[in-house]
């Protein structure tokens, strides 16, 4: 529902968000789905098994589709922020200029080999040659999702430039791009791209399972995607707690404001659930003793710096503190899973392919992991509020005065349905007109019923 009385701040927030919200489903599957299937075709040429060769073949029929989308998406994104954040874009504009350029040029170099890979199946004799050609689409998906994080970090942390009178003066372009929050940044976009687009995959092949198709393809291909994504949930809880000691250090009120600690103290306690009162008194939250300090600082007796000691007016919405806690749930969740699922091809391998449990718990982990890469970005951009450039431009200050914001809205909108929904239409017919074992049929591939 459109808002009744004309904001142009509101509405640019709205549709900016929308956008992001609908593109990152995308944006996360081109990143991931290129390594999947470059780790299907490794396996299946090292151990001449055809069945990883066809995983590599039908994912990447898949991931055109999505590409074609986040194209449409992500032109939208540069779109918006000129029309919609002029005055960000005439005080930051130069500095985030190298990394968007960058991005766009990582994308290019990402399609022309895409291309060449797709048209290539079968072409060599030595197998390696094509999988070689994969390598840059890899490289070049996540150098998008590089360059692009880059932008975000640098709103979250500005390097490499001079501000005089609230203006940036002085750009050093390398400088702009290495800001603090880059490495962390960077490494958690990537990791949890890898891990969603794992456990999408793994749902995928456990549906299939579910249904009763007991195919040695469907079996690899879950044992491939699970062992990946528990790889791939190890180093996102490592990166994580680097994230925590970057915010101690250079976003101390967005760690305070998610973790409701308002005195600076030592020993500072970790804070789950709870209702925050009138008086700034948590009630019915569980407290984890010394556990802030020590994701904060790696100390149990470190200093966390409190809410009380940031001026009022740079403070976060502290409703972040229940977005962390749901993130974190979420995550526990698809942790979970994946444990499970390694203990049981570790102790009880064929239970991993046949215990309907395990296999609903897989399929409901893949919009459990997408909705976590929404959620995370949700609590990263409201727990950087006020700012759009931290120390430098609060968001109202960034966004345009210009009418019809809301008529952008609408229109964006629908397109967006229009190709969620065609999206959505076109895999699926694509794989349900043509189901693995009758494709492995065609091309003469055997198989039994074990992985």
């Known amino acids: ?37 470059a780790l299907a075709e490794w396996i299946g040429i090292k151990r001449n098994d055809p069945h990883y060769l066809l995983m590599a073949r039908r994912w990447a029929r898949g991931f055109v589709i999505t590409v074609a989308v986040g194209v449409v998406t992500g032109t939208a ?25 960058m991005e766009t040029f990582a994308f290019f170099f990402e399609a022309i080999f895409l291309g060449i890979y797709l048209y290539t199946w079968d072409r060599f004799k030595n197998r390696m040659v094509h999988f070689w050609l994969l390598v840059p689409v ?15 970090a640098f709103m979250n942390a500005p390097a490499g430039v001079t501000v005089e009178n609230g203006k940036i003066t002085d750009i050093e372009p390398f400088g702009a791009m290495l800001s603090p929050a880059m490495p ?15 456990l999408v ?30 790889v791939f949930i190890i180093g996102s809880a490592i ?25 600076t103290s030592e020993k500072a306690p970790l804070v789950l659930g709870g209702i925050l009162t009138e008086d700034n008194e948590i009630k019915y939250g569980l407290e984890i003793p010394y556990a802030l300090s020590i994701l904060a600082h790696g100390l149990p007796n470190a200093e966390v710096t409190g809410l009380n000691d940031i001026p009022e007016d740079e403070h976060p919405p502290l409703i972040i503190h229940y ?43 893949a919009p459990v992991a997408m909705l976590t890469i929404e959620h995370g970005w949700i609590f990263s951009e409201i727990g950087r509020q006020p700012w759009i450039l931290r120390g430098i431009m609060k968001t109202s200050e960034g966004a345009t005065v210009s009418d019809h914001v809301d008529t952008m809205l609408l229109l964006f909108s629908l397109l967006y349905i229009v190709l969620g929904v065609t999206s959505v239409r076109v895999l699926t017919r694509m794989f349900r ?19």
């Open 201 to 230: 995959l793994a749902a995928i092949a456990a549906w299939s399972l579910l249904k009763g198709r007991n195919h040695v393809y469907y079996k690899k291909a879950l044992r491939l995607t699970m062992v990946s994504a528990f």
């Open 1 to 37: 529902m459109l808002l009744s009385a004309y904001d142009p701040v509101m509405y640019s927030r709205i549709l900016t968000s929308f956008t992001l919200f609908f593109h990152i489903i995308f944006a996360t599957l081109g990143v991931g789905v290129p390594l999947m299937i």
């Open 77 to 101: 994104i540069g779109l918006q922020l000129s029309l919609l954040w002029p005055s960000f874009m005439r005080v930051a504009g130069q500095s985030i200029a190298l990394p968007l350029f």
């Open 239 to 263: 990166i994580g707690d680097l994230s925590g000691k970057y915010l101690a250090n250079y976003q101390p009120e967005k760690l305070a404001a998610m973790e409701w600690h308002f005195e």
């Open 323 to 365: 977005l962390f806690d749901m993130k974190m749930g979420l995550v526990a969740l698809m942790t979970l899973v994946a444990a499970a699922f390694m203990f049981l091809l570790w102790r009880k391998r064929h239970l991993a392919f046949s215990n309907k449990w395990m296999l609903r718990a897989i399929i409901v982990a």
């Open 433 to 451: 007109s043509n189901p693995a074992e009758e494709e492995m049929k065609s091309r003469g591939i055997e198989g039994g019923d074990n992985a």
């Open 184 to 198: 962390t940044k960077v490494s958690h976009v990537l990791i949890t791209a890898y891990l969603t687009c794992a």
């Open 138 to 152: 890899v490289l070049g998906s996540s150098a998008s999702a590089f360059f692009i994080t880059i932008v975000n």
